[in-house]
Structures are given as C-alpha cells and as structure tokens.
C-alpha cells in the first residue's frame, strides 16, 4: 500500500495543482471574486434592473484563455440559465480586456462585477446580464489583511499573524504540491531542451548543471555561457583540461589579460568553433564570497567534467545520494551546499524528465524521495519561513517554501495560494 501512495504521488499533484498555479494577467482583486464566487461567499448578487437571480452551480473554474467559468447554472426571473460566467471588477474593463471582440466570449450568460460603470453588448446588441457581487465586509477584510503592506510588521509573510491557525493537514498537502510545481517547471526547462535543434540529453545536462552553479545573482550568465558554448565542442577536448579551462573561461570573457597561456588556447579554440565570447560584464562579482565568484565555479566545472567524460551515464546509473555526492565532490573545488544546490536543480530535475522519457514511474519517485534526504537549503527565505514558525525537515520541505515564496508570498497571489484561501474563509480565531 505505502510503494502505491508514493508511486501516484507525482502525477496526483501534478494534475490537481493547476487550478493554484495559473499564469495570469487578472487583477488582485479579480481572484478574490473568483474565489468568493466558487464559494458562494458573497454577501449578495444584483442585477441593474433588479431582476430576481438564483446561483445555482458557479461552474468549472477555467485556467486557460476565454470566460472564468465555464458550465454555470443560473435562475434569472424564474428561467434556468446555463453557459459561461465573466467577472471584472469594473464592467467597463470588458472592453479594455477587448472581449467584444473575441468569439471565445459570445456565449457569455452572465457578466459578475464589483462595480458597474458601463453596458456590455452581444454582438447582435443585446445586452448582456450583468450582476453586481457584494463581497461581506468581514471577508474582504480578511483578504486585505494578508496582502496589504503592513507597516508594524516585520515578516516578509503578510499572512504570518495567522499562520498558526492553519491545519496542519492544509500546510502539509500544500507544500507537497508546490514542491510539485517546482520540480514539474525545472523538468519543462530540461524537456525545451532536448527537444532544439541538435539538441541531446548530454548537452541539456550540461546547460542545467552550469547554470546551478551560478548561484543565483549568475545563474542566467551561467546558462547564456553553456548555451554559446555546445558541450559537444567542450568534449572533443576533455583529454586536455587546460583546454576546457580555456573554453569556459575565455567564452566567459574572464581569463585575466595575466594569463598569456590560457588567452593563447582559447583564441586558437576560439577560431577552430568560431566562437564569440561574452562580455565580462555580463558577470555579477559584487559581495561573492570568492570560491562563489564566476572564474572558481568555471574551474571547477571544467575539472568536474574532465575528471567525468562520460558524467551523464554516471549520474543516471547512481543508486543514491551518496554516490551521487561522490560524483560531484571534488577536492577543494565544490564545497557542500554546492553540490547540494547541483542535485537540487540539475540531477533530479533531469532524472525526472529522462524518466518521464521512458516512462519509468519508479524512477521518477526515487529522484523525488531524494529531496527527502538532503539536508534543508539555508538562505533569506527559509530565514523568513523559520521566524513564523514554519521549519523545514529536508530538501523537500525547503524547495516547496522556496516556491511558495517566490510564486505566490512575493506577488501577492494569495487567492490562489491554499493558505490564502482558508484565511479568508475562515474567522480569525483567539490564541490566548
């Protein structure tokens, strides 16, 4: 029973998060409305000529392009209604959003807004029935509460006063989700590609394990620097790690005017590839600690892939993490959270999209109970998740704070994020 619940865990998130996770272009306000319509939160519903009207079914959510919901049941003045629901906050943005002329939207039964300022018409200039939402006072001052800035508190998390509050089960089942989210986008990345032109597994490995030792103020330099400099031309010369080091660093434009010995190889390799180097400049070195700077993580990369010609079979033939730790661990050149980082956001990313490739279920689950045991990353943002009491056990834990962060704390996507959600469904409650 337990290897069936770990062997469905993957594709059951992936499925289910979707409705969390959409990439939209609505407003603050307008998720909100969704949400207080999914479930039928609102204080009332009005029509501008105060027609009687009954929700019935607020429909299917819709995450892509047309109308918010779809299949929605609604009783105006007595006769059943059932179609496409819009929302707005403003009627008015029905024509800035151009819907009057999009086909996708002439089936539209009901225009819901939280303020009517204009008429909306079918093509055939029939009015469409618009409704004015209330949202009751108490929940949209739980909503404000937890994305609005607050100038007494200290947490980068609006929501952090109430956290406390929050089932277990609910942080539990979300995390999990998220770290689904997480690794399902760092999959995609490897999946773009191995499927470009001339692409391969082996040079798409190489690309994401370059850019995870960017750390991040250089991780877009570390994949623009792989992505101009093919690991196909880098493994004609693994025998001559001079060489490589010549490769990385000159494409990196970051060999010192000093070393004539080097700027000699890469202008003869330079020429052999046809090769244009990238500016220094395209480098950030302020505050890096210096085993952190570009030109240490470059040499030990070349080491790295001299010392493995063959490094993509061997992580793909590794059995655990500590084997993998050994792949990746060279004296003096990477130091713990390095590698650490390298299995995070290259090995079990590509593990996943290879296994996907084949189709292999089981792999895919012993590349994600691998983040189970590594140890927590460190940095600001578990710093912010440790001072509202949320800690993190493992890897696991630590990715999926780090995504619920950056996708949904720091843009303020709280109605789409489960905590969110429930904060402002439910009553605060007294702790004391």
Not at 338 to 345: A, F, H
Not at 406 to 427: A, D, N, P, S
Request: hydrophobic residues 40%.
């Amino acid at each position: 029973m337990e290897t069936h619940k770990k062997r469905s865990f993957f594709y059951r998130y992936s499925t289910t998060f979707r409705i969390f996770a959409k990439n939209s272009t609505t407003s603050i306000m307008e998720d909100l409305m969704y949400y207080v319509w999914q479930q039928r939160l609102f204080q009332s519903i009005e029509t501008l000529d105060n027609t009687k009207i009954e929700v019935i079914h607020p429909g299917l959510r819709n995450l892509d392009a047309g109308p918010d919901f779809f299949n929605a049941k609604v009783k105006i003045d007595g006769m059943l209604w059932a179609g496409n629901v819009e929302m707005h906050c403003k009627s008015s943005d029905w024509y800035r959003h151009h819907h009057q002329g999009d086909p996708a939207y002439e089936n539209v039964i009901l225009h819901v807004v939280m303020q009517a300022d204009a008429i909306i018409r079918h093509p055939n200039g029939e009015p469409i029935k618009t409704v004015v939402m209330k949202v009751p006072a108490e929940v949209l001052g739980r909503y404000q509460a937890i994305t609005q800035n607050n100038p007494y508190s200290f947490s980068a998390i609006h929501c952090a006063a109430r956290l406390p509050q929050v089932p277990s089960i609910i942080l539990h089942d979300w995390q999990t989700s998220l770290l689904t989210q997480r690794m399902l986008n760092k999959v995609a990345r490897v999946k773009d590609l191995t499927e470009g032109q001339n692409a391969s597994w082996q040079e798409a490995f190489y690309v994401i394990l370059t850019r995870s030792l960017g750390t991040g103020v250089n991780s877009d330099s570390c994949e623009r620097l792989a992505r101009s400099l093919p690991y196909s031309f880098i493994q004609k010369h693994l025998d001559n790690p001079i060489q490589v080091r010549a490769l990385l660093l000159g494409q990196a434009g970051l060999i010192p005017n000093t070393d004539s010995r080097l700027l000699q190889e890469y202008n003869f390799l330079r020429a052999k590839f046809q090769l244009s180097p990238m500016p220094s400049s395209a480098w950030k070195l302020a505050r890096l600690r210096p085993y952190a700077s570009p030109e240490n993580r470059l040499n030990a990369l070349a080491a790295l892939l001299c010392s493995h010609p063959n490094l993509l079979s061997e992580v793909m033939e590794a059995n655990d993490i500590t084997s993998l730790q050994k792949i990746f661990t060279l004296p003096r050149q990477l130091g713990e959270m390095t590698v650490r980082s390298i299995l995070i956001n290259a090995v079990i990313p590509i593990s996943i999209a290879y296994a996907q490739w084949q189709g292999d279920d089981l792999r895919i689950e012993k590349a994600i109970e691998m983040l189970e045991t590594l140890p927590s990353e460190s940095n600001r943002y578990m710093d912010y998740w440790n001072k509202v009491g949320i800690p993190q056990r493992n890897a696991f834990d630590s990715q999926a704070l780090l995504h619920l962060y950056k996708e949904y704390c720091e843009t303020k996507k709280c109605m789409q994020c489960r905590i969110g959600c429930w904060l402002v469904k439910h009553k605060e409650t007294n702790n004391e």
